[in-house]
């Protein structure tokens, strides 16, 4: 099984940037589609972007198009989700995850129920 690890959250400013890290251990993420979701109580698990395996292809929600970058560093073990310009609605816990069920994704996948291994989360709060 995999085990995934995020970190880098913490406490910003409104228009500061913050870059979390995803880190994996018991298996290579290099061949499998990654994600990034948030959640804040009380609410679902809300997708903000996705990656292929090799890094290729991605996507982001409307909500954060333009703002957040997702990357990969598979010699790492790593995915890096960059967010710039954050917003007080950016608050949330930052969760990855991993679709260990298919490799070699060569597409993005953008439902909960896509993924099969996440990590605990780390919190992200943006001050106004």
């Known amino acids: 099984q995999v085990q995934l690890v995020e970190s880098g959250g913490g406490l910003v400013q409104t228009g500061e940037s913050l870059r979390l890290s995803c880190a994996a251990s018991g298996r290579t993420l290099s061949r499998y589609a990654m994600g990034w979701f948030r959640q804040v109580p009380g609410k679902e698990r809300a997708f903000v972007g996705a990656?292929?395996?090799?890094?290729?292809?991605?996507y982001y929600s409307d909500s954060v198009k333009g703002r957040f970058t997702i990357s990969r560093d598979n010699a790492k073990n790593t995915v890096y989700l960059q967010m710039n310009s954050l917003k007080p609605e950016d608050t949330a816990v930052y969760h990855c995850a991993a679709r260990v069920s298919q490799i070699y994704s060569g597409s993005y996948h953008t439902s909960v129920k896509d993924y099969d291994a996440w990590g605990q989360g780390t919190q992200v709060t943006v001050s106004s």
């Open positions: 990656i292929s395996w090799s890094g290729g292809s991605t």
